[in-house]
């Protein structure tokens, strides 16, 4: 009998086989398996027929982006976003300047790996800042320098509202809308947004926005809100269905939004870390099937 991960549940539907239509846009973030490099996490998503991956910088680097893209390419899978870049709200000039080139890398790997959507993760206060406007001037800033070399390279800069408990030190965007803001002044071919499930779900004007950024969605991810919130809140992504979040009404609302893209499943959990790689990625598409599609 299959169990589901983390809870060793029995699982409640067959595990999809590859080759199965139903997993056609499901792409497995490469966080998910954050034990794996891009070897193989690739085979894993050849094994359990998914049809994308999606790639984080480090894991990347250790390999080198040309054995990257090519293992990927060679795999038949797309790489459905690089994550991440971003942390772009430095007040002093050489940590601007650090993060601008630290992006502008960022853009070129994930033009060498074949993806359009490079996830931006904006970043938080400078240490000892309470200036929270001024952060978030800084990313708008940084944009303006940053989106006609994305747009050179083919790129488009996926910004990421992150739950607010996260503003402090990670993301100072905290909402859909706010995001559309600073995305506003640049085409929808450049710069777009990314709808995580876990990031948004509380927000009472998530859909509303949602319909908004038709166009604008980049990428959409999901994982689930789980309570109690470990000690490392990080740490505190859910297997979808073991938690509170309603994944089909947004599945449905970014549908009609116009989004034709991957969906990438994103989990930060460290038991989901600890388990059998294989198991984790039956459970996922699992959970796909049962918890995000009709």
């Known amino acids: 009998m299959d169990l589901d991960v983390p809870t060793g549940t029995p699982a409640a539907v067959p595990t999809p086989q590859p080759g199965d239509p139903r997993l056609a846009r499901l792409s497995l973030n490469q966080k998910t398996v954050n034990r794996l490099g891009v070897a193989e996490a690739t085979d894993l998503c050849v094994r359990h027929g998914f049809g994308a991956i999606g790639l984080w910088r480090e ?24 994550c991440r870049g971003g942390f772009l709200t430095a007040a002093d000039e050489a940590g601007r300047t650090a993060a601008l080139d630290d992006n502008r890398r960022a853009i070129d790997e994930a033009a060498a790996l074949g993806t359009d959507t490079l996830v931006l993760v904006v970043g938080g206060l400078p240490a000892g800042s309470r200036d929270l406007a001024g952060a978030r001037q800084r990313v708008a800033d940084a944009l303006a320098v940053l989106v006609p070399v994305a747009a050179d390279a083919g790129v488009r800069l996926a910004l990421e509202p992150m739950h607010p408990m996260f503003c402090a030190d990670r993301g100072v965007l905290s909402t859909m809308e706010q995001s559309l803001a600073v995305a506003a002044p640049y085409p929808a071919s450049q710069v777009g947004v990314v709808v995580d499930t876990y990031h948004v779900w509380w927000d009472p004007a998530a859909y509303q926005q ?57 989990i930060f959990n460290a038991d989901v870390w600890a388990a059998d790689p294989d198991a984790v990625a039956a459970t996922v598409a699992r959970r796909y099937v049962t918890e995000v599609l009709d």
């Open 210 to 266: 949602i319909a908004r950024a038709a166009g604008r969605i980049a990428s959409f991810q999901v994982c689930d809100w789980v309570v109690p919130l470990p000690a490392d809140t990080l740490l505190g992504r859910g297997m979808m269905g073991d938690g509170t979040i309603d994944f089909r009404s947004f599945r449905r609302a970014v549908d009609a939004a116009g989004y034709d893209g991957d969906i990438e499943v994103e």
């Open 59 to 82: 894991p990347v680097a250790e390999i080198g982006t040309a054995r990257a893209a090519r293992l990927v390419r060679d795999a038949g899978l797309r790489v459905s976003s690089l």
